[in-house]
């Protein structure tokens, strides 16, 4: 990869906006990326008293789905869709940034961070980073819910728009999440009929310091 991730966040954003614009955004539809929510809090059984962030929200679905669970819901994107406008006014315990993740920062920490297919979108220079500032924005003992690609056919390639797409191996993943401070708690996998393929699941538990 030659691109700085400077470089490269410029080319992310460019490529969001372009697949926004032409309604390309695969994802926003995708069947198994919109059961993830519902799949986290069958497993972790949060109270409703529980502040989530959303990493990577997009056009904002899971935050409004998790707003209906939650006492408050953030979420972060590289992108400004215009769907957060109706969300807030419908959800006034959700909220938005456009913002690029590394830079955001809030007066609270969070109890669950969920990334719905945003990680392996990233800089490799970056991973370690991206992964840290989640668990800083954790409370002690904070949950992480990760949503990655998972084929061990599959490496990595560039799409047409310049996005990386990582498939991590398992032992990949597992080293990124314990140099970062999080413990590995269960894994599930999302079949992706699409691709014949799978999202990996991962639950996290930020280490308590």
């Known amino acids: 990869m030659t691109e700085s991730p400077g470089q490269y966040l410029g080319v992310l954003r460019d490529a969001f906006a372009k697949h926004y614009r032409e309604e390309s955004d695969e994802w926003t539809r995708d069947p198994a990326m919109r059961v993830f929510p519902a799949l986290v809090q069958g497993y972790l059984k949060l109270p409703e008293s529980s502040r989530v962030l959303d990493i990577g929200c997009g056009c904002g679905a899971d935050v409004e789905y998790l707003s209906r669970l939650f006492s408050q819901v953030t979420g972060v994107d590289l992108f400004g869709h215009e769907d957060w406008i109706a969300i807030s006014a419908r959800r006034r315990n959700a909220a938005f940034q456009a913002i690029p993740f590394l830079a955001f920062n809030a007066d609270q920490t969070f109890d669950l961070a969920l990334d719905n297919g945003c990680l392996h979108h990233q800089h490799p220079d970056e991973y370690i980073d991206y992964l840290g500032h989640i668990a800083r924005l ?33 032992h990949e993943l597992h080293e990124l999440l314990n140099a970062a401070g999080f413990e590995i708690m269960h894994e599930d996998d999302i079949y992706r009929i699409a691709k014949g393929d799978y999202y990996r699941l991962t639950y996290a538990r930020r280490f308590s310091r």
Request: hydrophobic letters at 35%; zero cysteines; charged letters at 30%.
């Open 138 to 170: 954790l409370v002690p003992e904070g949950f992480l819910a990760l949503s990655t690609f998972r084929n061990d056919a599959q490496d990595t390639f560039i799409d047409g728009n310049g996005r990386r797409h990582r498939y991590f191996r398992d």
